[in-house]
């Protein structure tokens, strides 16, 4: 069950989809130009240096495009692979603190997140920095003291090898997302330390060891790179991290309470469990009127990261995918230690959580057969999915104190996985057309259409950054004061309504029914004509 989790979680129908949204096409563009050029310092969007984000996941990229070809895939790999690389060592984490029934829950319950199943399918940087950061916060909780057992030695050795990886990890955090890496290592470590009164350990973290391994790891990038760009610090440290953070110049405006709703979503389908092991959490520590440092260090890395990116005036989802990882692991330990008075409430959690997704499909099933008429097989066999879903969340519910934790494991998991590995079947169903680049960039190509005389209207940045990747040329926007004329890919039947009354519009062979966009020849009219 292990293995098939963290096989179907991370790496199936990782080429499923084309390159979606603004960011995919673009991380893969620069990754595949690295590959052609062999230039592994400057990040190169259509040919011109673009310093958004730092170099690591670039790397992984291109080094996955060398090996195996430019696909979907390849450009995903090096997320899926930071993915387990940082559940694995989360679950070291664990065995080491909790045992071993708390690393085979986590394993089980963190890459069946739809947060951690959705950013390891992205050509993006959120897996890669989230997964660098969780394992320098693993190393951190080793050097602090936090896997400290009965076997661990009474006079305290220097801890080398955490100490080394710590510097390395943090270096490759940076490397992935830039100076955000620090801040949200030494805000966790930060206010642990003040809660926790362990100031002394803090300083352990800056071993010589941890900083020269750090300054190994990410100066050099940082060096060259700014050596042969001049204006690489000011773009990159004072634009896209500074103005970025205090500043809504990037548009990305959301409510401080955004990140609340985004957890959530990213917990799915275990929304039950998280609020029931908060609940449970919180009732803990208000009998104890306290808690260990190692769930104060989990806490803090956790709020930390919250608290921090909801301050910003700049708000993604992905940001706050370093909190995932210690929230399921306190997560998989409030339903170990799960004391018998509780098992009740775990199930009556699960069983109104099954209800609700019950009542929620049934009725949208009903709105849509009214509104819309008769449904395909596939989304009746999507709909039974999820009904099928909830129901076995419905038993696990009832039955949750009386059956055995494995079989327990195994009936709330393996719907999650047959959903995930059939999930491919019904992409169809969802988007009416393709939501990338890809089926358009090949009816072009199919019509012989030369990448350079195409122009677009009437799409948005994230399809034309798409199909720019697929055709291996940055497609522009109509010229309205063109005066050569070209081919125009729209969305409009209407050409001459978008090109206006100076150009004449001459309908091309396109397949629009399964593209739904329309290609035209133009031609200006002649001036005086």
Request: a positive charge; charged letters at 15%; glycine letters at 6%.
């Given at each position: 069950m292990?293995?098939?989790?963290?096989?179907i979680?991370?790496?199936?129908h990782?080429?499923?989809?084309?390159?979606?949204g603004?960011?995919?096409?673009r991380?893969a563009w620069?990754?595949?130009?690295?590959?052609?050029?062999?230039?592994?310092v400057?990040?190169?969007?259509?040919?011109?240096?673009?310093?958004?984000?730092?170099?690591?996941?670039y790397?992984g990229a291109?080094l996955?495009?060398k090996i195996?070809g430019?696909s979907?895939?390849a450009?995903r790999?090096p997320?899926a692979l930071?993915?387990?690389?940082?559940?694995?060592?989360?679950?070291?984490?664990?065995?080491?603190i909790?045992g071993?029934?708390t690393?085979r829950?986590l394993l089980?319950?963190?890459?069946?997140?739809v947060?951690?199943?959705?950013?390891?399918h992205?050509a993006?940087?959120?897996?890669?920095?989230?997964?660098?950061l969780t394992?320098?916060?693993?190393?951190a909780?080793?050097?602090?003291?936090?896997?400290?057992?009965d076997?661990t030695p009474?006079l305290?050795?220097?801890?080398?090898?955490a100490?080394?990886?710590f510097g390395?990890?943090?270096?490759?955090?940076?490397?992935a997302?830039?100076?955000?890496?620090i801040?949200?290592?030494?805000?966790?470590?930060f206010?642990?330390a003040?809660?926790?009164?362990?100031?002394?350990?803090v300083?352990r973290l800056l071993h010589?060891?941890?900083?020269l391994a750090?300054c190994a790891?990410a100066?050099?990038w940082?060096i060259?790179?700014a050596?042969?760009n001049?204006?690489?610090l000011?773009i990159?440290?004072?634009?896209?991290?500074?103005k970025r953070?205090l500043?809504?110049e990037?548009?990305h405006?959301?409510p401080?309470?955004?990140?609340?709703?985004?957890?959530?979503?990213a917990?799915?389908p275990?929304?039950a469990?998280?609020?029931?092991?908060a609940?449970v959490?919180l009732?803990?520590?208000f009998?104890?009127r306290?808690?260990n440092?190692t769930?104060?260090?989990?806490l803090?890395?956790?709020t930390f990261c919250?608290l921090?990116f909801s301050t910003?005036?700049?708000?993604l989802?992905g940001?706050i995918?370093?909190?995932?990882?210690?929230i399921a692991?306190?997560?998989a330990?409030?339903i170990?230690?799960m004391?018998?008075s509780?098992?009740?409430?775990?199930?009556?959690?699960?069983?109104v959580?099954?209800?609700?997704?019950?009542?929620?499909?049934?009725?949208?099933?009903?709105?849509?057969?009214?509104?819309?008429?008769?449904v395909s097989?596939?989304e009746?066999?999507?709909?039974l999915?999820v009904l099928?879903l909830?129901?076995?969340n419905l038993l696990?519910?009832?039955?949750?104190?009386?059956?055995?934790?494995?079989?327990r494991?195994?009936i709330?998991v393996?719907?999650?996985?047959?959903a995930t590995l059939f999930?491919?079947a019904?992409?169809?169903?969802?988007f009416?057309?393709?939501?990338?680049?890809r089926?358009i960039?090949?009816?072009?190509r199919q019509?012989?259409?030369?990448a350079k005389?195409?122009?677009?209207s009437?799409?948005?940045?994230?399809?034309?950054?798409s199909l720019?990747?697929?055709?291996h040329?940055?497609?522009?926007?109509?010229?309205?004061?063109?005066?050569t004329g070209?081919?125009l890919?729209?969305?409009?039947q209407?050409?001459g309504h978008v090109?206006?009354?100076?150009?004449f519009?001459?309908?091309?062979?396109f397949?629009s029914a399964?593209?739904g966009?329309?290609l035209?020849l133009?031609?200006p009219?002649a001036?005086?004509?």
């Amino acid at each position: 069950m292990l293995v098939a989790t963290l096989g179907i979680c991370y790496f199936s129908h990782l080429g499923a989809l084309g390159f979606v949204g603004p960011d995919e096409p673009r991380y893969a563009w620069i990754a595949r130009a690295m590959a052609e050029t062999g230039d592994w310092v400057t990040p190169r969007l259509y040919g011109q240096p673009w310093f958004e984000k730092p170099v690591l996941y670039y790397w992984g990229a291109a080094l996955s495009f060398k090996i195996f070809g430019v696909s979907e895939a390849a450009a995903r790999l090096p997320s899926a692979l930071s993915a387990l690389l940082a559940t694995l060592t989360l679950a070291w984490l664990a065995l080491r603190i909790y045992g071993a029934a708390t690393a085979r829950w986590l394993l089980l319950l963190l890459p069946t997140t739809v947060g951690m199943i959705g950013f390891s399918h992205a050509a993006a940087t959120d897996m890669p920095f989230s997964a660098m950061l969780t394992i320098a916060m693993v190393c951190a909780a080793v050097i602090l003291g936090l896997t400290r057992n009965d076997k661990t030695p009474i006079l305290p050795r220097t801890p080398w090898a955490a100490l080394l990886l710590f510097g390395f990890f943090l270096g490759l955090a940076v490397l992935a997302k830039g100076p955000a890496a620090i801040i949200l290592s030494g805000g966790a470590v930060f206010f642990w330390a003040i809660f926790t009164k362990r100031w002394r350990d803090v300083f352990r973290l800056l071993h010589p060891a941890a900083i020269l391994a750090f300054c190994a790891t990410a100066l050099p990038w940082y060096i060259s790179c700014a050596r042969r760009n001049p204006g690489f610090l000011r773009i990159f440290i004072i634009e896209h991290n500074f103005k970025r953070y205090l500043t809504p110049e990037f548009q990305h405006i959301q409510p401080f309470w955004f990140y609340v709703p985004v957890l959530l979503v990213a917990f799915l389908p275990w929304i039950a469990t998280l609020l029931w092991s908060a609940t449970v959490g919180l009732k803990a520590a208000f009998r104890k009127r306290s808690v260990n440092d190692t769930i104060c260090f989990l806490l803090c890395w956790a709020t930390f990261c919250v608290l921090f990116f909801s301050t910003s005036h700049s708000k993604l989802p992905g940001y706050i995918l370093p909190a995932i990882p210690p929230i399921a692991l306190l997560m998989a330990r409030a339903i170990v230690e799960m004391p018998g008075s509780d098992s009740a409430s775990f199930g009556i959690a699960h069983f109104v959580d099954a209800a609700i997704v019950f009542g929620l499909v049934v009725f949208m099933d009903l709105i849509t057969r009214e509104h819309i008429g008769a449904v395909s097989k596939l989304e009746n066999a999507a709909v039974l999915v999820v009904l099928a879903l909830a129901f076995v969340n419905l038993l696990s519910g009832m039955f949750a104190g009386a059956l055995p934790a494995p079989l327990r494991t195994g009936i709330l998991v393996f719907p999650v996985l047959v959903a995930t590995l059939f999930a491919n079947a019904f992409l169809p169903e969802i988007f009416r057309h393709d939501p990338s680049g890809r089926s358009i960039a090949h009816e072009v190509r199919q019509q012989r259409i030369p990448a350079k005389a195409l122009s677009l209207s009437g799409m948005n940045r994230a399809m034309q950054y798409s199909l720019s990747f697929y055709l291996h040329e940055e497609i522009k926007s109509w010229d309205p004061q063109s005066e050569t004329g070209g081919y125009l890919l729209t969305s409009s039947q209407n050409c001459g309504h978008v090109v206006g009354p100076g150009y004449f519009c001459e309908a091309q062979r396109f397949d629009s029914a399964n593209t739904g966009r329309f290609l035209y020849l133009v031609i200006p009219i002649a001036r005086g004509n």
